[in-house]
């Protein structure tokens, strides 16, 4: 049996899990990620009748050409099976994207991977200590932190449906557990769960194949990971913690880099200061930082919070605040 297996960061972990419980099984991996999988985009569509099954991500980049979901809909191949990826905010609803401006130097305390929270309150000019002070439940529950579990579930659910899958089940394998580093970077164990739901639904495999759960070798451990935060763990009976851990270091006995949050934030805001007028546009366009700011501006500055009224003014000295609104 020949498989070819498609699509982003987590598919290698797919591979891993398709070929333990398919050891006679030829299987071709391509990483989206790859600008070298896109140049050959032509070549992996044109070997796709090859393939007994090719499961492959819905891709929407128009790079991939044959690659792309539509393309792959319209041409009808009776062996290509679109399959789901994990994406998962309930865990980390804090937690966004902020790319640095091209050039710039500087590297976040977790590369890429901000904290919303602390963005708005830099661009609005609050103390490291002052920010650090924000991560409370009051403060979870006016941007909706706690609501973001209930809602990310049923996204998930609905989207984990949409492939034929039985997504409550699934879910519910992992209730307990925090299955993902961030939230696009699931658990190896959440991977191999849905790989083997994906292989029982397409009868490659029956449904007394033991499951992997931990013993898969985690591929995605060497990026960043993200800490639940204690009052929302405390609530979806998880446990949480404060600490934010960037990337592994290479195997040269380099030491492993964990922040607590106020190192976290002082090292956010000393990245955020080499680019503030481009994070400030950042902040305008991304719902959490902006609604982050609204908050700070309405209740922090404003004083209408009488659980963080002592607090307000900071301890420490504070930046100007940048501009936000258009």
Not at 146 to 171: N, P, R, T
Not at 183 to 201: E, F, G, N, Q, V
Request: net charge positive.
């Amino acid at each position: 049996m020949r498989i070819l297996i498609v699509g982003n960061c987590q598919t290698s972990a797919f591979r891993d899990a398709t070929q333990i419980w398919l050891p006679k099984a030829e299987i071709v991996h391509y990483s989206s990620a790859s600008s070298a999988t896109a140049a050959k985009a032509e070549t992996i569509a044109a070997s796709l009748p090859s393939f007994d099954v090719a499961l492959i991500h819905p891709i929407q980049e128009a790079r991939f050409g044959p690659l792309q979901k539509s393309a792959l809909l319209q041409a009808i191949h009776s062996n290509v099976h679109l399959m789901p990826s994990l994406a998962f905010t309930g865990y980390q609803p804090d937690f966004v994207y902020i790319s640095k401006p091209k050039g710039n130097p500087s590297v976040g305390p977790l590369g890429v991977c901000s904290s919303a929270l602390a963005a708005a309150a830099f661009c609005e000019g609050l103390s490291v200590e002052r920010t650090v002070r924000l991560f409370n439940s009051y403060v979870y529950s006016r941007l909706g932190y706690f609501s973001e579990f209930h809602s990310a579930s049923k996204g998930l659910i609905k989207q984990l449906c949409a492939f034929g899958l039985d997504g409550s089940s699934i879910l519910n394998e992992w209730s307990g557990r925090s299955f993902m580093h961030t939230p696009i970077h699931p658990k190896a164990y959440a991977i191999s769960d849905l790989c083997h739901a994906i292989l029982r639904k397409l009868d490659l495999i029956d449904d007394v194949s033991p499951e992997l759960g931990d013993t898969l070798g985690d591929r995605l451990i060497n990026h960043p990971v993200w800490p639940v935060y204690p009052e929302l763990g405390s609530r979806v009976g998880v446990r949480g913690c404060l600490l934010f851990r960037r990337a592994l270091p290479p195997p040269d006995g380099s030491a492993l880099k964990v922040h607590n949050l106020s190192e976290f934030v002082e090292a956010s805001f000393s990245h955020f200061s080499s680019f503030p007028a481009e994070l400030a546009e950042i902040s305008r366009s991304k719902a959490k930082i902006a609604r982050a700011v609204q908050f700070i501006r309405m209740e922090v500055r404003a004083g209408k919070d009488p659980s963080t009224l002592d607090c307000i003014g900071g301890h420490g000295p504070a930046h100007k605040a940048i501009p936000i609104s258009a």
